[in-house]
């Protein structure tokens, strides 16, 4: 057998040992065999890079149909392989996987950066994969083009760089994938912002190096109490990804102030139950006082809308320097780096530490009967937004009742179900819609009360006037913005 196959189900083995052998062999070859003479710009045959995708899903413990999916998520997209031959080779839920991803790939972030789009754009892409395995294996895929990104020309890596950070690092912070999202930023910073990137990586080492020697200094102490609790423990400092300290950095409170910023060396305390979290808070605080007001966040009475768990606090260490402590149980410390996309299933699967496919499965899935991840997807988002925002994505409710439509420069709109045209230049502007006098739909002209779907381009003609608007408009509009401003120029 091939040595990438071996490897690719020893990882499986790891914790799906009963898994289906025979359909990962056979979509190994369907999809080597798809790609037979393609190459990646690196040189290397095309299969190349399913095949590690695959693996980094079978890292993350997926299901068998994932990682089936996995390694034929390029063959609808990039071969002559059909919807309907993934159909009758692999069935219809595979088939719905790779169809999803080839969906996902194809939305791209076109327009600008601009906040509301860019939430916009994750949720067509959420809304769209319809299962939370087809944004698992968009993430892998991502991961490993971001990996190999040097072979990809100059525009390229800039676009794909800015869409990474923008839609595919948020994604996987909100699924809990600490470790992606950081790998994901420090890939993607040097080729998005490319001055910025080596000019903060020169100014930042001195910093860094200052911290890692004062962390090195207190942890001394603390390891000498700990010892006395008598339970496994470890303590390790980890830098701040560059990406997110320039993020902090940039905020105006910190205003490029590295003083400003504790956790530029973060130190990690990883216990062996959660009785030892606070009982090493105690002695991190009988040692180093905490830092009025900026303090302890205790993320394990109220874990973050992701899922995350620690007890973070900020004391002063020796000269009054800040210092900020995590302190965690080695079993959050493991959902916090590689996430939860198997916390579902083990909280199942609590007893036995091996998983079954069909116990993986169930978690992973989209349905109806158990809490949709999509739908806990959008309630995280619903929490990490300011009020304002929460009460506009509340009305966005479930995604399937809403249309993600493009503007010709790329920009996602958010409309209802029923949505026109004339709803689109609405909420696009109100000039735009007071000079209308037609519409395109992916570069056909459409009547105005066609009913607008997700995915599509919407494009307003205007006049070069505006004009009063029609009573009838009424009639065809469904959102209250049109609506009411329709009827203030009428009156
Ligand atoms: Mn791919």
């Known amino acids: 057998m091939e040595k990438d196959l071996i490897r690719l189900f020893e990882l499986i083995e790891i914790y799906n040992p009963s898994f289906d052998k025979k359909i990962i062999e056979k979509a190994y070859h369907f999809a080597k065999r798809s790609h037979l003479g393609q190459k990646r710009l690196s040189g290397e045959n095309y299969f190349l890079h399913p095949m590690e995708v695959a693996i980094i899903l079978a890292t993350w413990k997926l299901d068998t149909k994932s990682i089936v999916a996995g390694l034929l998520h390029d063959t609808i997209e990039d071969t002559a392989v059909s919807r309907q031959s993934i159909v009758n080779n692999f069935g219809e839920d595979i088939a719905v996987l790779v ?165 530029i060396v973060a130190t990690r305390i990883i216990v062996s139950d959660i009785g030892m979290c606070y009982e090493a808070l105690g002695v991190v605080h009988s040692l180093f006082k905490p830092v009025p007001y900026l303090g302890i966040s205790d993320f394990i009475a109220q874990p973050k809308p992701n899922g995350y768990r620690s007890i973070h606090t900020k004391v002063f260490g020796p000269a009054g320097r800040i210092i900020e402590f995590q302190i965690r149980t080695f079993e959050m410390h493991r959902q916090a780096e590689y996430g939860d996309s198997a916390h579902w299933a083990y909280s199942e699967a609590k007893s036995s530490s091996k998983l079954s496919d069909k116990v993986l499965e169930s978690g992973i899935r989209f349905s109806d009967q158990k809490i949709s991840l999509v739908k806990q997807l959008i309630e995280w988002q619903n929490e990490i937004v300011d009020s304002d925002e929460f009460t506009k994505s509340m009305k966005v409710d479930l995604f399937s009742q809403r249309n993600f439509v493009f503007s010709p420069n790329g920009d996602v709109y958010d409309l209802p179900n029923g949505a026109t045209p004339i709803d689109f230049a609405f909420s696009v502007h109100t000039k735009l819609a007071n000079s209308m006098i037609g519409a395109k739909v992916n570069g056909k002209m459409v009547p105005l009360d066609y009913k607008l779907e997700s995915g599509q381009v919407v494009e307003i003609l205007k006049s070069k006037n505006s004009k009063k608007l029609s009573s009838k408009w009424l009639e065809i509009v469904v959102t209250t913005l049109a ?6 120029q009428l009156t």
């Open 99 to 263: 169809d999803g991803v080839t969906k996902v790939t194809n939305l791209r972030l076109k327009g600008s950066i601009q906040k509301d789009f860019v939430e916009n754009l994750r949720k067509m892409l959420i809304a769209m994969s319809k299962d939370l395995r087809v944004i698992l294996i968009k993430l892998a895929d991502r991961l490993h083009n971001m990996r190999t990104i040097e072979y990809l020309p100059k525009n390229k890596q800039r676009e794909n760089s800015i869409e990474t950070l923008e839609v595919y690092a948020p994604l996987a912070d909100r699924l809990g994938m600490g470790k992606v999202k950081g790998e994901l930023e420090d890939l993607s910073f040097k080729f998005a912002y490319p001055d910025d990137y080596s000019q903060l990586k020169k100014i930042s080492e001195k910093y860094y190096k200052n911290a890692e020697a004062h962390i090195l200094s207190i942890t001394k102490s603390i390891k000498k109490e700990l010892d006395k609790i008598g339970k496994k423990y470890e303590i390790h400092s980890r830098k701040k990804h560059l990406y997110s300290l320039w993020r902090k950095l940039l905020r105006p409170e910190n205003d490029w102030n590295f003083e400003k910023i504790h956790d």
């Open 483 to 488: 609506k009411r401003e329709i009827k203030k």
